[in-house]
T-cell receptor
Framework: DTAVSQTPKYLVTQMGNDKSIKCEQNLGHDTMYWYKQDSKKFLKIMFS???????INETVPNRFSPKSPDKAHLNLHINSLELGDSAVYFCASSLWDRVAYGYTFGSGTRLTVV | QKEVEQNSGPLSVPEGAIASLNCTYS??????FFWYRQYSGKSPELIMFIYSNGDKEDGRFTAQLNKASQYVSLLIRDSQPSDSATYLCAVTPTNTGNQFYFGTGTSLTVIP
């Protein structure tokens, strides 16, 4: 069983479109995250949810809207896609009070905007 | 942005040698420190975490933390070609709600 699963794995779309990425974890974790990794491998936090509550909302355009229907799911919806949104998006999860043991990452979604 | 700095490399070592990867961070109050390995096209996977000054060993890997100098390092002994990957340093600074700040990674190539 995959611990943190993301769908789709690849996403190619045109500028201006709206798309969603889904993430699910079966680890019993209570905290989930979205990270963006650019072409230079830099991983930057976008959002963090703890028990469905938004904890972190970094300086991200409001075209990006996360949604957590329950603590096992964290989805990312992106409106009006731009070329600069092309990147790999990673979902991750952890236990809030055990974060010192690290995150578990999903396999990533490679988004290409053309 | 809490800064985490790594030498991007590439770092090349011969098989069987010791690979030394370094990371410095700006927030003196940082709590926990992590090393992740990322193969090309794959997700980061946790190798080690450390939160006390000194050394922590796990198999061929040793993490070293020096909070006074604000650096953390990873040593890989008896390097293998399968160790070839990008190594990401991550830090949890103070009062950040459990988010990690990552460095840009060091690319390691182990030459057979």
């Amino acid at each position: 069983d995959t611990a943190v699963s993301q769908t789709p794995k690849y996403l190619v779309t045109q500028m201006g479109n709206d798309k969603s990425i889904k993430c699910e974890q079966n680890l019993g974790h209570d905290t989930m995250y979205w990270y963006k990794q650019d072409s230079k491998k830099f991983l930057k936090i976008m959002f963090s949810y703890n028990n469905k509550e938004l904890i972190i909302n970094e300086t991200v355009p409001n075209r990006f809207s996360p949604k957590s229907p329950d603590k096992a799911h964290l989805n990312l919806h992106i409106n009006s896609l731009e070329l600069g949104d092309s990147a790999v998006y990673f979902c991750a999860s952890s236990l809030w009070d055990r974060v010192a043991y690290g995150y578990t990452f999903g396999s990533g979604t490679r988004l290409t905007v053309v | 942005q809490k800064e985490v700095e790594q030498n991007s490399g590439p770092l090349s070592v011969p098989e069987g040698a010791i690979a030394s990867l370094n990371c410095t961070y700006s927030d003196r109050g940082s709590q926990s420190f992590f090393w992740y390995r990322q193969y090309s096209g794959k997700s980061p996977e946790l190798i080690m975490f450390i939160y006390s000054n000194g050394d922590k060993e796990d198999g061929r890997f040793t993490a070293q933390l020096n909070k006074a100098s604000q650096y953390v390092s990873l040593l890989i002994r008896d390097s293998q070609p399968s160790d070839s990957a990008t190594y990401l340093c991550a830090v949890t600074p103070t009062n950040t709600g459990n988010q990690f700040y990552f460095g840009t990674g060091t690319s390691l190539t182990v030459i057979p």
